[in-house]
DNA sequence: ACAAAAGTGTTGACCGTACACCCATGT
DNA sequence: ACATGGGTGTACGGTCAACACTTTTGT
């Protein structure tokens, strides 16, 4: 049994986010391609789907292959498939985007194909429609922030809350109150106070926090939802 | 050139609601499957990604297939691409959501292709994951409504507050407090109120109004965001 | 005059926001 | 002792949520 219609190519692209708590930048992973057209030029980590692959195993796999992590964040964000956004063929690709913990990075999987952190303000050009799939991450990013605990996927299991209060600065590029911040924070009561501090950065040092990802689960099975007024 | 990749079949399928205000219902457009497998069995309307095709473009004609409708509420919800999820053969399904209103709807274009509409209450099976499909969109529905004015796309041009009231009492299937709605609509200064009323449904009769789109647009543009507390 | 739906205001509780000083520690 | 970043509390104004009666008009 067979369809009347046009086969397609279909890649999964993987839009990687991760934060770089010392310098307070959100950086991308990008990797120079290594096939043509645009051999050597720099571009989302990606790749086609296999026959007999799931979408989502598609992106389970190039990520894995990029970073040597599998049980990270990563989501479906859209689909980008006009005709001729790939001069070499039609080709439909599937976004997904993915927030992980800078220093989890397997740095040899990385460098075997050439990939590398931007920062966000210094990104080279995009091949395709590359730029446009890291604008809509960003986007997503601003808009999830307030609503779904990602930050926590971008930081190190056990931060700080100056840290934490850092990357949200970071992503709404502006400077929130600091003790309101707290405030929102922890009224959540998703957060675990250790009784370890962190002194990297200051004299007094900083209580360290793990988030309570086991309760944030159960919360959200009652209908709970996140929502923080940054 | 040419990739070294397998090729797949891709479909577009579009989810249709439409808002009966008489019997304050929800409604999905479904047809009749033309083609094997699932033959005469019911489906979301869809059709395959032509070659020279962009997938916006394919949802559109699709769309314009079944409603004779075009220039509608008509956007991306999610990809669809498990291994087994046509037996047929391996497809890639992208999700499209359109809101329309519902006497719009041309009834001989639908006729043409056994389209009907069906209650949310009274759904029928659906093939392949297609009722999964319906379970995003229902989804959706409830998250945007309070964020985005998608209410008056299902709505008659000109509507009363009553209607509009219903229509969200069915969206989120409970009772909102009538002073309260009114007020939290109000506000947001998007309606513009006529000089006239409908009598359809009381002897009173209420007051239509009509959405302001260019207003609610040009806001848009200056950073504001719906935030119905509903 | 009455039935049936449309329309209208007020109050208390809570929440968001603005704002400035003390604390702990290593040098 | 001092410099550096970490941590804390309060008061005001606005917003959400709860609540019941009057208005209009066709019959």
Redesign the interface.
Known sequence: ???L???????VDCLVFGYDTNASELKVLLFKRE???FLGEWSLIGG?????????NAAVRILDNFTGLSNVFLE?L??F???NRDP?????S?LYWSLIKIHDLKKDKAKIHGARWFSLSELPDLILDHKEMVNLGRQELITDAKLKPIGFELLPQEFTLPQLKQLYDTIYGGSVDDRNFRKQILKTELLIKLDKKDKSSSRKGAFLYKFDSEKYKQLSKEGYHLDLKI
């Open positions: 049994m067979t369809y219609a046009p086969k397609i190519w279909v890649s096939v043509e057209p086609f789907v296999e026959e007999e692959e799931n979408l989502e479906q859209q689909v498939g006009n005709v070499a063929g039609r080709v439909v599937v």
